[in-house]
């Protein structure tokens, strides 16, 4: 039966605060909204300060807002993988059926044993990935629910983050007047629909360049492996061209996005540009490759980091290759640099849906395909809506909107799901 799911993710971030409504139909998604603010109160992927971060988080849900006409009440929350660990867990439970068919509830009690695991009181615990379910010695099962069998086991990663950073973030959104419809690891989500599943089953690194860090999610034999940040970003080059130049911060940014390019051996001489000095008024002329130059100095260095933390996580080989995304994927020359150094097949992923075709807003919508994947899987429905009416605060009546009259007319808006367990296909 076809029918249309209402969804929207908070992607949290060093340098800006991204919200994105999406309306998914037959797995086809559709942008509908989009909140975009540079972020103020985070550091290197981590909260410093609640109240500046609450702030961002307001301004970009009223941007996206404003794009529909409606209030956004329930939000999918991405976490990042600062701190986070993957554990190996198993579950194992005996089918509960007269007749030994496999159903939901022990789909559920298998997961739930999984979970059985201590975890330290200073972590918690953000999602439960299956690997693999096992019906009688039977393994490499996808979904075991309609076989029969007598004993059900599921090997899964078990995913956990620091408790501080996790009630930070939470605190944040309570703060912002929002609910929370479900929460991922959003290296994981990101990861599952940027790779192809050859990139997933050969084994790739998906690397995402932020403002303030830069995260890597390793993906091998079609399964998330590993996890780790790297506190260095976009921010630094932003910093390294405020210094060299001798110009503002602000000034430096706008450069390094108008006028940036990541490969010296490509970037052009002949490109010129104006840049304005710090207290003075006179302006001084560079060209693209001379600071290329620079900016390639500072990726090279994160490209080596990288190297380094692939090491520390034993992978030392890459048949995949690597997939780069986030605000600095933009930047002209990235892949050819990446290549240069990382010694690998490289490519920029980029979404490709209209109003986010950016890098940047990779997370934010994959959190979105994620939230659908899994509860497509669940079959978990809900009459809880992310989406509410404008009130009128003088007479605190509903005041209709286009997109009210759109739902009444066509019913495009199903019903928003909540979810009694994780789950990844």
């Known amino acids: 039966m076809s029918h249309s799911e209402l969804y929207v993710s908070l992607d949290i971030g060093s340098s800006s605060i991204k919200v994105v409504i999406g309306e998914v139909n037959n797995e086809t998604l559709h942008v509908i909204g ?3 603010v540079k972020s103020t109160g985070i550091r290197k992927g981590s909260i410093v300060d609640i109240d500046a971060t609450v702030q961002s988080i307001k301004k970009a849900v009223e941007q996206a807002e404003r794009m529909i006409g409606m209030t956004i009440n329930k ?4 976490i990042p993988a600062n701190q986070a660990m993957l554990q190996p867990v198993k579950g194992v ?4 059926s007269d007749n030994r068919e496999i159903g939901d509830e022990d789909l559920d009690r298998v997961m739930e044993s999984a979970q059985v695991m201590s975890i330290p009181p200073e972590r918690e615990l953000v999602n439960l990935v299956p690997r693999q379910f096992i019906v009688d010695n039977l393994d490499e099962i996808k979904d075991p629910r309609g076989m029969i069998g007598i004993r059900l086991e599921m090997d899964g990663t078990l995913i956990t983050t620091s408790k501080t950073i996790l009630h930070n973030v939470l605190r944040c959104v309570e703060k912002a007047g929002l609910d ?3 929460i991922y690891l959003q290296s994981l989500a990101a990861g599952e629909f940027a790779l192809t599943e050859d990139e997933k089953n050969r084994g790739t690194a998906f690397i995402d360049i932020g403002g303030g860090s830069t995260t890597i999610a390793v993906f091998k034999d079609e399964h998330f492996t590993h996890t780790a940040v790297i506190p260095v970003g976009g921010e630094h080059i932003t910093k390294d061209l405020s210094i060299v130049l001798k110009t503002p911060t602000e000034q430096a940014e706008k450069i390094k996005i108008d006028y940036g390019h990541a490969f010296y051996d490509d970037a052009s001489e002949d490109e010129l540009f104006e840049v304005p000095v710090i207290d003075g008024d006179t302006k001084e002329q560079f060209s693209q490759r001379y600071i290329s130059e620079i900016i390639g100095v500072r990726l090279e260095e994160l490209f080596e980091l990288i190297i380094d933390e692939l090491y520390r996580m034993g992978i030392q080989d890459l048949p995949g290759g ?8 933009k930047l002209e020359g990235i892949s050819q640099l990446a290549r240069h150094v990382l010694q690998t097949r490289v490519r920029v992923y980029t979404p490709e849906y209209i109003g986010v075709r950016e890098p940047e807003y990779t997370s934010a919508v994959n959190l979105i395909r994620y939230a659908y994947m899994e509860s497509e899987f669940l079959g978990d429905y809900s009459d809880d ?13 509903k005041v209709p909107t286009a997109y009210d009259t759109q739902e009444q007319k066509e019913g495009v808006v199903g019903k928003v799901r909540n979810f009694l367990t994780k789950f990844l296909e």
Do not use: D, F, R
């Open 180 to 182: 929370i419809q479900e």
């Open 93 to 96: 439970v005996a089918v509960n």
């Open 385 to 397: 809506k992310p989406l509410g009416p404008i009130q009128n605060t003088e007479s605190n009546t």
């Open 75 to 78: 939000v999918i929350l991405g």
């Open 322 to 329: 690597v997939v780069l995304t986030g605000g600095v994927a």
């Open 34 to 36: 989009v909140g975009n």
